[in-house]
C-alpha cells in the first residue's frame, strides 16, 4: 500500500521560497504528482515526475529521489495568491487512480 | 494544459430529487475518469473509477445505486446522485487520465450541490 506524509502547514513571507517535502511508501511506483487547490476550488495540475531529478516550471519546481521515496515542491519568489493547499499523490493502480496527502497548507503573509 | 469541465458548476435541489452531473474532457480522449467528493476542511475522497465502456469501480462505502455512473464516450462521464439528501451536499469533482504523451490527471472544476 501507500503512505504519504507531507506537512500540514507551512507559512512564508511574500518574495520568500517555500519548499513543500514529500514522502512516499509505496510497493510499486509509477510517478508522482502535485496539485494545488485553493479553499472552495477543484486542483489544478502542477507537476508530475517519474525520473530523479528536478523540473522546472516557471516559479515552480519539482523533485523527486525515488529511491529515497522524497519529493519536493518549491515554490519561489512566493506571491499572495500562492497561499493554497498542496498535494502530492501518487497513482495506485493501472488505472492511474491517486492516493493523496493530506495537503500542506501554505500561508503568505505580507 | 488539458481542459476538463463540469456541469452544472452548482446546482440546489429539493431532497428526494435526482441530479446529473456531467464530466467533460475538451482537448483529449480519457479512457479513465474518476469522481471525488470533498466535504469543506476536508480532503478529496475517492469515489469510484470510471472506465469507458465498462461499469465502474467504487470505493469500500460507496453506494453504487445511489451514485450512477455513466461513462458512455472518451470525453464524457457522467454521475447521477439518485434520492438526493442533505446528507449528499458536497463539492464533487472528476477528473481525467490523459496517456497522450505524460501520463497526467487533470482535475474538472468541481460542482457544488446542496441539498435542502
Known amino acids: 500500500g501507500q503512505n504519504i506524509d507531507q506537512p500540514t502547514e507551512m507559512t512564508a513571507t511574500e518574495g520568500a521560497i517555500v519548499q513543500i517535502n514529500c514522502t512516499y511508501q509505496?510497493?510499486?511506483?509509477?510517478?508522482l504528482f502535485w496539485y494545488q487547490q485553493h479553499a472552495g476550488e477543484a486542483p489544478t495540475f502542477l507537476s508530475y515526475?517519474?525520473?530523479?531529478g528536478l523540473e522546472e516550471k516557471g516559479r515552480f519546481s519539482s523533485f523527486l529521489s525515488r529511491s529515497k521515496g522524497y519529493s519536493y515542491l518549491l515554490l519561489k519568489e512566493l506571491q499572495m495568491k500562492d497561499s493554497a493547499s498542496y498535494l502530492c499523490a501518487v497513482p495506485t493502480d493501472s488505472w492511474g487512480k491517486l492516493q493523496f496527502g493530506a495537503g500542506t497548507q501554505v500561508v503568505v503573509t505580507p | 494544459g488539458a481542459v476538463v469541465s463540469q456541469h452544472p458548476s452548482w446546482v440546489i435541489c429539493k431532497s428526494g430529487t435526482s441530479v446529473k452531473i456531467e464530466c467533460r474532457s475538451l482537448?483529449?480522449?480519457?479512457?479513465?475518469m474518476f469522481w471525488y467528493r470533498q466535504f469543506p476542511k476536508q480532503s478529496l475522497m475517492l469515489m469510484a473509477t470510471s472506465n469507458e465502456g465498462s461499469k465502474a469501480t467504487y470505493e469500500q462505502g460507496v453506494e453504487k445505486d445511489k451514485f450512477l455512473i455513466n461513462h458512455a464516450s472518451l470525453t464524457l462521464s457522467t454521475l447521477t446522485v439518485t434520492s438526493a439528501h442533505p446528507e449528499d451536499s458536497s463539492f464533487y469533482i472528476c477528473?481525467?487520465?490523459?496517456?497522450?504523451?505524460?501520463?497526467?490527471?487533470?482535475f474538472g472544476p468541481g460542482t457544488r450541490l446542496t441539498v435542502l
Open positions: 477528473s481525467a487520465r490523459t496517456t497522450s504523451g505524460a501520463d497526467t490527471q487533470y
Open positions: 482537448d483529449f480522449q480519457a479512457t479513465t
Open positions: 509505496t510497493s510499486g511506483f509509477n510517478g
Open positions: 515526475n517519474v525520473l530523479d
